[in-house]
Each structure stands twice: as structure tokens, then as C-alpha cells.
């Protein structure tokens, strides 16, 4: 008992301190509206209903978080008892929405990242003329030609997932690049030599030498890619307009003020990352402990 | 036809002389030349192939278009640098780093504090914070305030999270070391710890470069005066001026790499001591 304290005491307590900032802070930023709307109509406000009010607003400058727990309840929880689980103002709808691009987005980056991997791992000219590009692409803020790509794509009469989940391709192959070049690496020098005593060909030692050692790295790695996937994803819904997607709702509700949907969108996007990432890391634990790598 | 022809022949000449080069030794030289001219064919291809296929410059400018662009709109370029880097990045970087350093040596004092917060930081180190921009535009206005309130934020946990892990990078032996030298708090902080903190406070401060620009770019896309690159960029392509937004994209990239070396140069000049360093 003592010891689950210990580990989860000081975390329960951060998460309780930021709940009571949360509070305080939307208190703080919604008074002055609130002050400001009780003067019009000529009403002195107590302490405790200028707090009320502050909890109630329905454009508030920060919601209070059951404000946004109700918005998502009823943007997901009470849209599925109503039997409208994918409509257009469903969350559900908009998140599934950002999920596939992401998926599709993950799944090429990966592909794309290992493939270059292995190029560079085993061929010495793409080795140095590729990788310090790849090094490069990621100081650049990439992110900047997001809108291009979408309207380019669209302009090709490509539109849809595809130009979304191009960015978030792009985003997410590279901590993939850098993770599986290290990890095809791994391998020192006596393992390669012990593959080269059993006259093992290049395939051989490439599928039971090189890429089973890289496995821990490319785990690693998908983490950080799932996250920038995301990341893309949602920045790639923004130049289509506020149409579909988390990303739309954030600009939507920035369009709009609407600051509750905002807050509801971005704790969903905050969900979703937690999801996925987790599942990364549960398929981590599993694979390394069948291949019996976990110590 | 005959760009197209030109391009391919670029494209084999390039990479034979890279297949000659990779097989030499490998020196500062080669390692230079080589990314060099992959880069220096990749442009030229680029050009051929748009003038060969006949690609709408609507759709993909050739090089030397947005070579004549870039030349032509220097002014704008500069006035869309100021506010964007030099207010809004740079500004959120100093700030946000240093915050996160600030708070991460107060952390470290505290046990239980780092018990807790750590988790929490590496929690949201991974969340997808960029969506805050619309949030702190709202609350901080259009102007490059709010551009520097989205850099102080995306770049605080990475800096955080990355400054305690440093801060825990010496071992017990040379800790105690310095307890037999009766050195205080501070003393240890100063002349053990901090030092050996180094390589991974760099290690934070180049990750935040990119995020600096990423956030302060993408911040503008939610509302802005009518400067700065994130709205030039969004802008100009609804006005389909490609030339431009690559223009855009050619200064994004020169800053983004300048800062980021000039950062890594800095990592060298104060971790000379460091194995990874010497090489």
C-alpha cells in the first residue's frame, strides 16, 4: 500500500493541482465578463454567484473542465444512446475522421521509413548522399506546406484522406528512419561474424540477425511517429475548410468562438494521442517479451 | 521531350559520381560533395521535369521561377521574418526554455515534485499541443503575442522533460565525491550537475528549434495581422501564388536549419568534453 502510494501519490496530486488551477483559472478569465454583464443590467454580484457564472458561460475565455466534460458527454455519450453515433456533430465522427488519416498517414511513414532504412543501411552512396537530407527535412518547419500539399492534391483531383495523410506521412517517417538505421546497426561486430562462420547469405542475416535486434528501436520510434502522425493529421484538416475532423473543429470553434467545442476537440486529439501511443507501447511489451528481449 | 531526356541524364550522372565518390575513404570532403550534389541534381530534375511534362506552374513552380520570386519579394520575405521569427518564435524560444529550465532545477530539488510532474510532462510531451494555438490566439490577441504564448508552450515540456533527465545524469560516486568535499547545494548544481546536464539540455534545446518555428507558424494560420509566414503562406495559396508560398518555404528552411546549427554549434562549443563530441 505504502508503495503504490509512493508511485502514484505525487502524480494524483499534480493531476488534482492542475484540476484546482483549471478551476481558479477559469474563475480569474471569466469574472471580467461576468462583472461586466451583471453592470449592464444594474445587478450587484456576491462572490459566489460572480463564481456560478463563471462556471456557466456559454462563450466563456476558459471553460471549466465539467463544462467541456458535459460538451463531450454530448458529443459522443449521448449522441450513441440516441442512436446518432456518426452524424456530423457527433465527435465520434469528427475523431474517426482524423484516426484514419492518421492510420493511413502512420502506416505509409513506416513503410517509407523502413524501406529508406534498409537503403541506407546496406548501400553505402545512399547512406551519404540521402541521410544528411533526412537529417535536414526535419529542421525545416514542415509543417508550413500544409496547406499547399492539400490544395495541390486537390487541384490534381486528388482530395479526401490521401493529401492528409501525405503530411502526416511525412511527419512521421523520419523518428522511423533515424530509430531502424540504429537499430539495423545494432548488431556488433562478433554477431556479424558468427552469421558469416555459418555462411549465412545477406537474406539470412538480414531476417535473423539484423531486423529482429532492430525491433526495440523501431518501437521506440513508432511512439514518436504515431504522435507526429496525429499532429499532421489534424494540421492537414485545417486548409480543407473546417469540413470534417478534429482539426476543423478546433477551427471551427475558433471561427466562431465557440471556446467550449475547442477545449472538447483538443481533450479528444489529447485522448486519442494517449490511445494510441499506448497501444504502441502494449504491442512493445508483448512482441520483446515473446522474442524474449524484456529483462 | 528533350527535358525530360536532360533530366534522367542529370539524374544518372549525379548518382554515378556519388556511386564514385561513396567508394573512396571517406573524408570532410566527400562528406560534404556528396549530400551536395544529390541536392544540387535533385533541383535540376525538378526544373526539367516541369519544363518537360509541362507542368502548370499554378500547380508546381520550377527552381529558378522561385528563384526570381524570392529576388523579387525581398521585402515582404523580410517583413514576414521579423514578425514571425524574430517576435514570435524567438521570443516563445527564450522564454519557454528558459522556463522549463528554471522549473526543471526546482523539480529536481523536490523528490516528490518530480515523482509527480514527471509523468505528467512526458504525458503531454506526446500530445498533440499544436492545438492549443487557437485557444491562446483567442485569449492573446492576433499580434505575435499570442504566436510567442503557442512557442512558449510546445517547447516547454520537450525542454523539461529533457533538463531533469540531465539533471539526473550523474552517478552516485561522483555526487558523493563532491559531499566529501563539504561542497553545498548550489556548489554541487554549479560546478557537478549542471555541466553533466549539458548534452541533454542541447539535446532539448535543438528539438525545441523545429517546434519553435512549427508553433509560430501554424499559430498564424488561426489569425494574424496581415504579415508574418504562416499567414502569407495560407494566403497566397488560396490566391494559387505557389511561387510565393515556396519562397515562404525557402526562408522557413534557411531559418530553421540556421537556427538549428547555430544551436548544435553552441552544444559543441560547451560540451567539447563530451565522448560524442570528440569523435
Known sequence: MAGLWHRLGPIVTVVIAIFVLWYAGAVALNAAWAQDKAKRNNIELSFSELVADTMSQKKPKLPAPHQVGQEIWKTTGAMVLKGKAFSKRSLLYHSGVTLSSTLLGFAMGTALGIALAVGIVYNRTMDMSVMPWVIASQTIPILAIAPMIIVVLNAVGISGLLPKAVISMYLSFFPVVVGMVKGLRSPDHMQLDQMKTWSATDGQEFWKLRLPSSMPYLFTSLKIAMAASLVGAIVGELPTGAIAGLGARLLGGSYYGQTIQIWSALITAAALAAALVGLIGLMQTMVLKRMGMVR | ?279
Open chain 2, 1 to 279: 521531350m528533350i527535358w525530360v531526356i536532360a533530366g534522367l541524364a542529370i539524374w544518372a550522372i549525379g548518382w554515378w559520381t556519388n556511386v564514385m565518390l561513396a567508394r573512396r575513404p571517406k573524408t570532410r570532403l566527400t562528406g560534404f560533395a556528396v549530400p551536395a550534389i544529390f541536392g544540387i541534381t535533385i533541383l535540376l530534375i525538378w526544373e526539367c521535369m516541369v519544363r518537360g511534362l509541362e507542368i502548370s506552374p499554378v500547380l508546381l513552380p520550377p527552381p529558378s521561377m522561385i528563384a526570381v520570386r524570392f529576388a523579387g519579394s525581398t521585402g515582404i520575405l523580410w517583413e514576414d521574418f521579423v514578425q514571425t521569427v524574430i517576435k514570435g518564435a524567438l521570443s516563445g524560444y527564450i522564454l519557454g526554455c528558459g522556463a522549463a529550465f528554471l522549473i526543471a532545477v526546482l523539480i529536481d530539488r523536490y523528490p516528490f515534485l518530480q515523482r509527480g510532474l514527471l509523468p505528467v510532462g512526458n504525458f503531454v510531451a506526446a500530445l498533440p499541443i499544436i492545438g492549443m494555438a487557437p485557444i491562446l490566439v483567442m485569449w492573446f490577441g492576433f499580434d505575435w503575442q499570442s504566436k510567442a504564448a503557442v512557442v512558449v508552450v510546445m517547447v516547454f515540456f520537450p525542454m523539461l522533460v529533457n533538463t531533469v533527465q540531465g539533471l539526473q545524469a550523474t552517478d552516485h560516486m561522483q555526487r558523493d565525491l563532491m559531499r566529501t568535499y563539504a561542497a553545498s547545494y548550489m556548489q554541487t548544481l554549479f560546478k557537478l550537475r549542471l555541466p553533466a546536464a549539458m548534452p541533454f539540455i542541447f539535446n532539448g534545446l535543438k528539438i525545441a528549434t523545429t517546434l519553435a518555428l512549427i508553433g509560430a507558424i501554424v499559430a498564424e494560420f488561426f489569425g494574424s495581422p496581415i504579415k508574418g509566414m504562416g499567414f502569407r503562406i495560407s494566403t497566397s495559396v488560396g490566391q494559387l501564388a505557389l511561387d510565393l508560398v515556396w519562397a515562404e518555404i525557402v526562408v522557413a528552411a534557411v531559418v530553421g536549419s540556421a537556427f538549428y546549427g547555430g544551436v548544435a554549434l553552441l552544444e559543441k562549443a560547451v560540451t567539447f568534453w563530451h565522448p560524442s563530441q570528440r569523435g
